[in-house]
């Protein structure tokens, strides 16, 4: 079946880069999502990509896709410790382009 | 624009009882879906409403149902509620049409089933 599989936790120290990597399986995806949820708060998108694009840049923020090896990342320079939050990847279910797949979300700490 | 709105924030319930939740979609948006999140399961999929109509379904028993307001607004409702079902559960609003599927996210409710 479908999976969106990340690693749970990274730590940074801040004003160094973070790189959060996704993994996917539905090579037909049209769009991949980053959001970001802050503690006791809803998801935020924090950006996306179109899946005929290799990076996306917006701001501090970088997002490469591989579409050969079906990897994502999500780079985050100068973090702060704003940043901290948990960061979802997802794509959208390869039968149905309503309903969208998850990861179990990665946990960013930032240490002054 | 005002943002996705959910209530109540928090709820306690105890077992067997029922509960309603509540969502009002961004103005404009006639989409709205449901999602309950868990630390060890993360993010799953519960329904979708569109223009009043369930268009998607996730893996959840009967217990958990919605429906969809002519104004759009959503309401979730869990019967015969389980320890299980503690969750934090988030709705979405977007505008339904195809394309791209940018989903807006209310803060949640926080059930809780004592």
């Known amino acids: 079946g479908e999976d969106v599989e990340q690693s749970l936790f990274l730590s940074v120290r801040e004003g160094d880069s973070s790189v959060i990597n996704c993994t996917y399986t539905?090579?037909?995806?049209?769009?991949l999502y980053w959001y970001k949820q802050e503690p006791g708060a809803g998801l935020q998108l924090l950006t996306y990509?179109?899946?005929n694009m290799d990076m996306k840049q917006d701001q501090r923020l970088t997002v490469l896709l591989n579409k050969k090896d079906k990897h994502l990342s999500l780079r985050i320079a100068d973090t702060q410790t704003g940043d901290s939050a948990i960061y979802f990847c997802?794509?959208?279910?390869?039968?149905?382009?309503?309903?969208?797949?998850w990861g179990l979300g990665t946990s960013l700490a930032v240490n002054p | 624009k005002a943002g996705v709105t959910q209530t109540p924030r928090y709820l306690i319930k105890t077992r067997g009882q029922q509960v309603t939740l509540s969502c009002s979609p961004i103005?404009?948006?006639?989409?709205v879906s449901w999602y309950q999140q868990t630390p060890g399961q993360g993010l799953q999929f519960l329904f979708e409403?569109?223009?009043?109509?369930?268009?998607n379904k996730g893996n959840f028993p009967g217990r958990f149902s919605g429906r969809q307001f002519s104004n759009s607004r959503s309401e979730m409702n869990v019967s015969t509620l389980e320890l299980g079902d503690s969750a934090l559960y988030l709705c979405?609003?977007?505008?339904?049409?195809?394309?791209?599927?940018?989903?807006?996210f209310g803060p949640g409710t926080r059930l809780t089933v004592l």
């Open positions: 103005s404009g948006h006639r989409s």
């Open positions: 990509i179109f899946s």
């Open positions: 979405a609003s977007s505008s339904g049409l195809a394309g791209n599927n940018e989903q807006f």
């Open positions: 409403y569109f223009s009043e109509t369930q268009r």
């Open positions: 539905d090579s037909s995806s049209t769009y």
């Open positions: 997802a794509e959208p279910n390869a039968g149905n382009n309503r309903k969208l797949i």
